[in-house]
C-alpha cells in the first residue's frame, strides 16, 4: 500500500500560526491512499485526521482480497472515487421477484440504498426494469420525494432487441435530483405463467447507465448477478460557494489555484483546479502547474517553440520564422523589402479574396440551413398541415405556424430561465411574442415518424378547440427537429401545488374546490362528446390541471392524448398514463376508452377532497394508493376522517357526501359502471350552482337558477348509496384485491 507522498510545504515555515490552522484540516504523511485497488484521494480519507470530515470516511476492510473499501460505516461498496466529476462509483443491490414451476414466489427481494450525506447521480443513472411479466415501483427520497413505476412486458424472447430498452423486456428511465434514499419493488401481473420458459424473474434496479446493456440473455441470467454499479454525486458540506468563502478555515478548496463551485444535485460545493493547473485542490499546494509543452499538439513543432509558465503556455517563432497572425503557427521569413511591396499587394488581393470568399460561403449556409428547416418542416408534416389548412378553408389561420425565428426571439433562445416546466413529453418554456402576448411554448419529445399523421391531427383538432377550460392552443412550429407547440400562459400554476403546498391550500375552499372540479368535468365531457372526434386525454391528474388568477381550471398537456375514430368505441393501446391515476381496467386490458378518464377524473376529485397524495409510500400498505384508501373509506362510513379538516369544517357535510359519492362511482373497477364525463359534469356543475345559489336565498331566480331549473333535474337526485355488487377497489401496488365494497343496505 502507497502512503501519502506529501512533501510539507515550505512556505508554511514562515509561520506557526498558518501551520496549526491548515494541519488540523489536512491529511498528514501517515494517511493511506488507496484501499486494495481503489485509490482513495483526500478528502475522503480511511483513518482518523485523513478525511475531512466524516461524510468522507471511507472503511477498508482488510478481509477480503485486495481490501475493499466502504462508504463510510455502511455495506455500500466503493468502486470508484473521482475528484474532478465529483464522482464515487458504489454497487448496488438489484430487486427480484421469481416464481417456480408451479407459478409460487420462489424468491422476492427488495432493493434499498440509504446516502447519508450524498446523493445519487440524475446524469448518470437508469431506473431500469427488466422482465416479460414485470412492474416495478420505486420510491425516492432526500431533498425531495419521488415516487415513479415502470413495466416491461414480452410475448416472446425474440420479440427483445439487444440493446433497447423501450418497454420490450426492459424499460428505463430517468430519475430526479436531490435523492439520497432509494427504495425499490418489483412484481409481476401473472406470475410469469406464459413466459416462464424464459423469464422465470422480473428484476428492477438503478444502474449507470452507461454500464449496463440490455439483452435477451439477461431475461433468464439476471438471477445470477446480484448487484450493478451505480454513480453518486458527492459534495462537500452543505453551503454554497459564498458562504463556505466566509469560513477560510473550514472551506476545503485549500489550494491555491482553485476555484469552487456549487454541486448540481442537493446542496454543498466541489473545488476544482484552475486552468492550467492539475492535481487535488483540497490540499494546500495540491494545485500544480501543467507542462503543456509536454503535449506535442500544444505548438508547431516545425515552426514554433514551446514555452511553459506557471498557469500556462505561448508558443514563440523560430529562428527564421514570424508570425503570420495564427498562434498555431509561423511562417518562413523573406528578406527583399521589395518583397514587402509584392506582399502587401498580395494580401490586398487576398483581403479582397477572403470578404468575398466568406460572403458566398455565408449565403451557402443560409441555403443550406433554410434546405434545413424546409426537410424538417416537411418531416414533420408541415406540407400535411398545410393541405388540410387549405382543404378546410378559413377554419384555421396559417399565422397559426410560427416560424423558427419567431420563437427562438420570444424565448430568449431557449434559455434556462425561462423553463416552466419538464415532464414526460417535453420541456414547457415561458416566451413573449413581438405583441407582448405571453405564451408556453412546449418542446416536444416525440420525433417519431409513425406519429407525425397523429401529431397533425391533434394540432387541428387542438386549434379548433374552443373551450374556456380547456388550455388554448394558439399555433405550432415544424421547421425544427421536433415540433413545437404554443400555447396559452396560464399564470397561476398547477392544482397539484394548490393541493398539496400548505400555504396555497388554506385559500383553496370548498367553493373553489367544487367550482375547479366542475370545471375540469366540463372541460372533460366537452372532448368527450362535443368535438368532431371524440378526445381521450389518457393522462388526467392534478398537474395537468392549471388554474389562472381567478381559480379557473385549464386543462392541459395533450401529449399522450388520443383521437377516438367515431366508428370506434376503444382502441387497444400501448398503456400510458401515471400511476395513482391510471384505470386499473385499461392498465389490465390496453382497451382505451373515454371512461378510463372518468377514472383517473375521480382520482383528481379525491384528491381535492383529501389534500393527500395519490400515491405515498408513506401511508400503511393498505391506503398507499388513494383510490382504494378513499373507496374503503366510504364504505366504513369514515369518510370525514381523511378528508382535508378545512373543508369538513367549512363544508355542508351533505354536500361532501355526495361529492364522494359520485367519486365512489368514477372509480369503479368496471367501465361500463362509471358515469360518463357527461354525467358527472352536470352532477358537479348542479351542486357548484347549489353552493353559490343555497336554496331558499333571494337570487334563486336569477337566470342561472333558472336554466338550472329548466335543466335535467335528475342530475342532482343523487344516489346516496352505492352499487356494490360490482364494485372492487384496486391497488397496484399491493397487487391485493380488496373485498368487494358492501354499503349495508
Ligand atoms: C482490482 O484488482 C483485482 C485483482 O487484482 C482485479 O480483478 C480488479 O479488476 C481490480 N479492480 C479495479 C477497479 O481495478
Ligand atoms: C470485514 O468484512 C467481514 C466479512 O464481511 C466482516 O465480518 C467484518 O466485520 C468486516 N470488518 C470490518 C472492520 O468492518
Ligand atoms: C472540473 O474539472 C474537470 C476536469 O478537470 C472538468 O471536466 C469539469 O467540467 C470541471 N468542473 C467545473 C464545474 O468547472
Ligand atoms: C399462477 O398463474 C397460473 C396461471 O395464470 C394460475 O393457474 C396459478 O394459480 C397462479 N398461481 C399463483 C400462486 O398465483
Ligand atoms: C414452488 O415453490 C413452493 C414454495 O415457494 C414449493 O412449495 C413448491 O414445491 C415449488 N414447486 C416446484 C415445482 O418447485
Ligand atoms: C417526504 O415525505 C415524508 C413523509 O411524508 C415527509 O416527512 C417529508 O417531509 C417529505 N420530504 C419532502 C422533502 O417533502
Ligand atoms: C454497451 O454497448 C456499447 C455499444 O453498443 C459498447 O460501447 C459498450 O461498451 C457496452 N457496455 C457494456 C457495459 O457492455
Ligand atoms: C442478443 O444477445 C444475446 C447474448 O448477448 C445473444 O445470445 C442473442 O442472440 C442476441 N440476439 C440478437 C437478436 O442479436
Ligand atoms: C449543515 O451542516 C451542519 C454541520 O454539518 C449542520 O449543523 C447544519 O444543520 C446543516 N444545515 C442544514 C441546513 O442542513
Ligand atoms: C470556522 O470553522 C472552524 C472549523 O470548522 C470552526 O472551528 C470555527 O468555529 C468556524 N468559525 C466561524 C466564525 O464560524
Ligand atoms: C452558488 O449558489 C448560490 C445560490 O444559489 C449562487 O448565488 C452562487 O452564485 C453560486 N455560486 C457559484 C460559484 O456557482
Ligand atoms: C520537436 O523538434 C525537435 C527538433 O526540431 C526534436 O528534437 C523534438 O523531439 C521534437 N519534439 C516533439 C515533441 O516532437
Not at 466529476?85 to 434499498?112: K, M, Q, W
Not at 434496479?205 to 441470467?221: H, I, M
Request: with cysteine.
Amino acid at each position: 500500500m502507497a502512503l501519502h507522498a506529501m512533501l510539507l510545504p515550505q512556505k508554511l515555515l514562515l509561520g506557526a500560526f498558518i501551520l496549526a490552522a491548515i494541519a488540523a484540516s489536512q491529511p498528514d504523511s501517515s494517511c493511506y491512499d488507496t484501499c486494495g485497488n481503489v485509490s482513495v484521494p483526500y478528502p475522503f480519507g480511511t483513518t482518523d485526521g485523513c478525511y475531512l470530515d466524516l461524510a468522507f470516511l471511507i472503511t477498508c476492510n482488510d478481509s477480503f482480497e485486495p481490501p475493499k473499501p466502504f462508504l463510510g460505516s455502511s455495506n455500500i461498496d466503493v468502486l470508484d472515487i473521482s475528484l474532478s466529476d465529483g464522482e464515487l462509483r458504489i454497487t448496488n443491490f438489484i430487486a427480484s421477484d421469481c416464481y417456480n414451476e408451479s407459478g409460487l414466489p420462489v424468491h422476492d427481494f427488495y432493493s434499498d440504498l440509504t446516502l447519508e450525506d450524498f446523493f445519487i447521480s440524475y446524469t448518470r443513472n437508469k431506473f431500469t426494469v427488466v422482465g416479460c411479466d414485470t412492474y416495478a415501483f420505486i420510491y425516492g427520497s432526500g431533498v425531495q420525494n419521488y415516487t415513479s413505476g415502470l413495466d416491461a412486458r414480452c410475448d416472446h424472447i425474440d420479440s427483445v432487441v439487444n440493446g433497447s430498452c423501450s418497454g420490450i423486456g426492459c424499460s428505463q428511465t430517468s430519475i430526479p435530483k436531490g435523492i439520497s434514499s432509494l427504495y425499490l419493488s418489483v412484481n409481476s401481473y401473472k406470475n410469469h405463467s406464459a413466459v416462464r420458459s424464459f423469464n422465470p424473474c422480473g428484476f428492477a434496479f438503478v444502474v449507470e447507465a452507461e454500464a449496463y446493456n440490455f439483452s435477451s440473455s439477461d431475461l433468464q441470467q439476471l438471477e445470477n448477478t446480484k448487484s450493478f454499479p451505480m454513480v453518486i454525486d458527492w459534495a462537500v458540506g452543505n453551503e454554497t460557494c459564498e458562504d463556505a468563502k466566509k469560513n477560510m478555515t473550514s472551506y476545503a478548496c485549500k489550494a491555491e489555484d482553485s476555484y469552487c463551485y456549487n454541486s448540481t444535485n442537493g446542496p454543498g460545493y466541489r473545488c476544482n483546479c484552475s486552468t492550467g493547473f492539475h492535481g487535488n485542490p483540497y490540499l494546500s499546494d495540491g494545485c500544480t502547474d501543467i507542462d503543456e509543452c509536454k503535449n506535442p499538439e500544444s505548438c508547431d513543432n516545425k515552426t514554433q517553440i514551446c514555452n511553459n509558465f506557471f498557469g500556462g503556455f505561448n508558443c514563440s517563432c523560430r529562428k527564421g520564422y514570424e508570425e503570420d497572425g495564427s498562434e498555431k503557427s509561423c511562417r518562413a521569413k523573406e528578406n527583399q523589402s521589395r518583397v514587402i511591396i509584392i506582399a502587401l499587394g498580395f494580401s490586398i488581393g487576398l483581403l479582397a479574396l477572403v470578404v468575398g470568399g466568406s460572403w458566398i460561403s455565408c449565403a451557402l449556409k443560409r441555403r443550406k440551413l433554410l434546405k434545413l428547416k424546409q426537410k424538417f418542416f416537411k418531416q414533420n408534416g408541415g406540407l400535411m398541415l398545410q393541405q388540410k389548412i387549405t382543404s378546410q378553408r378559413g377554419s384555421m389561420e396559417t399565422d397559426k405556424i410560427f416560424s423558427t425565428e419567431e420563437l427562438e426571439k420570444a424565448t430568449n433562445n431557449y434559455d434556462k430561465s425561462r423553463v416552466l416546466g419538464q415532464g414526460g413529453y417535453g420541456t414547457v418554456y415561458k416566451g413573449v411574442l413581438p405583441n407582448k402576448k405571453v405564451v408556453a411554448i412546449k418542446k416536444s419529445k416525440i420525433n417519431d415518424k409513425s406519429q407525425i399523421e397523429q401529431f397533425i391531427n391533434e394540432v387541428i383538432v387542438l386549434t379548433q378547440i374552443n373551450h374556456k377550460n380547456v388550455v388554448k392552443l394558439l399555433g405550432c412550429c415544424l421547421e425544427t427537429e421536433v415540433p413545437l407547440l404554443v400555447y396559452e400562459f396560464i399564470t397561476n400554476g398547477t392544482l397539484y401545488d394548490h393541493i398539496h403546498n400548505k400555504s396555497l391550500s388554506s385559500s383553496l375552499s370548498w367553493e373553489k374546490r367544487l367550482k375547479i372540479a366542475a370545471e375540469t368535468a366540463g372541460a372533460l365531457a366537452y372532448l368527450h362528446f362535443s368535438t368532431s372526434m371524440p378526445i381521450i386525454h389518457r393522462d388526467v391528474k392534478s398537474t395537468n390541471i392549471l388554474l389562472d388568477d381567478n381559480y379557473m381550471a385549464k386543462v392541459s398537456d395533450f401529449g399522450a392524448s388520443k383521437l377516438i375514430p367515431l366508428d370506434k368505441t376503444q382502441l387497444t393501446t400501448l398503456v400510458q398514463g401515471t400511476f395513482g391515476y391510471l384505470d386499473p381496467e385499461y392498465f389490465h386490458t390496453s382497451q382505451l376508452t373515454e371512461k378510463s378518464d372518468v377514472y383517473s377524473f375521480g382520482v383528481v376529485v379525491a384528491e381535492l377532497l383529501t389534500g393527500k397524495e395519490v400515491l405515498s409510500f408513506n401511508r400503511p400498505e393498505s391506503e398507499r394508493n388513494l383510490a382504494m384508501y378513499f373507496i374503503s373509506a366510504i364504505k366504513e362510513d369514515r369518510l370525514v376522517q381523511i378528508l382535508e379538516d378545512d373543508i369538513v369544517n367549512e363544508g355542508n357535510i351533505e354536500e361532501l357526501k355526495e361529492v364522494s359519492n359520485l367519486v365512489g362511482r368514477c372509480l369503479r373497477v368496471r367501465g361500463e359502471d362509471r358515469p360518463t364525463m357527461k354525467e358527472v359534469a352536470m352532477e358537479l356543475e348542479g351542486l357548484a350552482v347549489m353552493v353559490k345559489h343555497p336554496w331558499g336565498e333571494d337570487d334563486l331566480y336569477t337566470e342561472e337558477a333558472e336554466y338550472f331549473l329548466n335543466g335535467p333535474r335528475h342530475s342532482f337526485n343523487i344516489d346516496i348509496g352505492i352499487d356494490c355488487s360490482s364494485t372492487v377497489g384496486y391497488s397496484s401496488i399491493t397487487n391485493q384485491v380488496p373485498k368487494p365494497i358492501d354499503d349495508g343496505r
